[in-house]
């Protein structure tokens, strides 16, 4: 039985060269410039050939403000002081092939809003077009702060080797759920399952 999930969490760190700001540009397809580094991050093009749709999601009591990219990512940066930050965290997430354009997105955001909801965070969402190749592989990119936007607090939960396998585990549980409602209400089979095959029993 088919089970194209896939939901792979990780993390963007400064002392591996990497800015949350340039991660959003790529990811949404736009152009941003990060005011830590003073460079430009142009992917327009890109965004013009992959990306359908790319949104931010706040948390109740956020600055407005930060519904525009490269304000929340700028201030993402500038929380962060030290030489070996975390900047930002991703969730990648495939989408079914078989709903509809609108049902894929809505998915993405309703996955991103969990997100938000659960941990206090801002969430971009940004669902890409299938590469080159592979037709049916639809997904998003859900970038989110890695501090709560309005208390500033470090999500350590989602860091500490004591938690985080728990955490990212239940994320991934519930992203299951979501996808295979979604199915459902569309009259599809809902197979899509987050544990590997091993701890389903399949011999692979």
Same mark, same amino acid.
């Given at each position: 039985?088919?089970?194209?999930?896939?939901?792979?969490?990780?993390?963007?760190?400064?002392?591996?060269?990497?800015?949350? $700001?340039?991660?959003?540009?790529?990811?949404?397809?736009?152009?941003?410039?990060?005011?830590?580094?003073?460079?430009?991050?142009?992917?327009?093009?890109?965004?013009?050939?992959?990306?359908?749709?790319?949104?931010?999601?706040?948390?109740?009591?956020?600055?407005?403000?930060?519904?525009?990219?490269?304000?929340?990512?700028?201030?993402?940066?500038?929380?962060?002081?030290?030489?070996?930050?975390? $900047?930002?965290?991703?969730?990648?997430?495939?989408?079914?092939?078989?709903?509809?354009?609108?049902?894929?997105?809505?998915?993405?955001?309703?996955?991103?809003?969990?997100?938000?909801?659960?941990?206090?965070?801002?969430?971009?969402?940004?669902?890409?077009?299938?590469?080159?190749?592979?037709?049916?592989?639809?997904?998003?990119?859900?970038?989110?702060?890695?501090?709560?936007?309005?208390?500033?607090?470090?999500?350590?939960?989602?860091?500490?080797?004591?938690?985080?396998?728990?955490?990212?585990?239940?994320?991934?549980?519930?992203?299951?759920?979501?996808?295979?409602?979604?199915?459902?209400?569309?009259?599809?089979?809902?197979?899509?399952?987050?544990?590997?095959?091993?701890?389903?029993?399949?011999?692979?």
């Amino acid at each position: 039985m088919s089970n194209p999930f896939h939901c792979q969490a990780k993390t963007f760190k400064r002392s591996e060269g990497k800015s949350a $700001v340039a991660a959003a540009a790529y990811r949404a397809g736009i152009k941003l410039k990060d005011e830590r580094t003073g460079l430009v991050h142009d992917y327009t093009l890109k965004g013009r050939r992959n990306v359908l749709s790319s949104e931010i999601l706040l948390p109740a009591g956020a600055n407005p403000a930060l519904f525009d990219s490269g304000t929340l990512w700028n201030h993402a940066e500038k929380m962060e002081r030290r030489k070996d930050s975390q $900047v930002a965290r991703e969730f990648e997430i495939a989408l079914p092939a078989d709903l509809p354009p609108r049902e894929r997105r809505a998915l993405a955001v309703r996955f991103g809003q969990s997100l938000v909801e659960r941990y206090g965070i801002a969430a971009q969402v940004s669902v890409h077009l299938p590469g080159v190749g592979d037709s049916r592989n639809h997904h998003a990119h859900v970038q989110t702060t890695t501090r709560d936007v309005v208390t500033g607090k470090k999500i350590t939960v989602l860091d500490s080797p004591k938690t985080s396998g728990r955490e990212i585990e239940a994320i991934r549980a519930a992203y299951a759920k979501m996808v295979n409602e979604a199915l459902a209400k569309h009259g599809l089979e809902p197979t899509w399952d987050h544990r590997s095959n091993q701890r389903r029993g399949i011999d692979t």
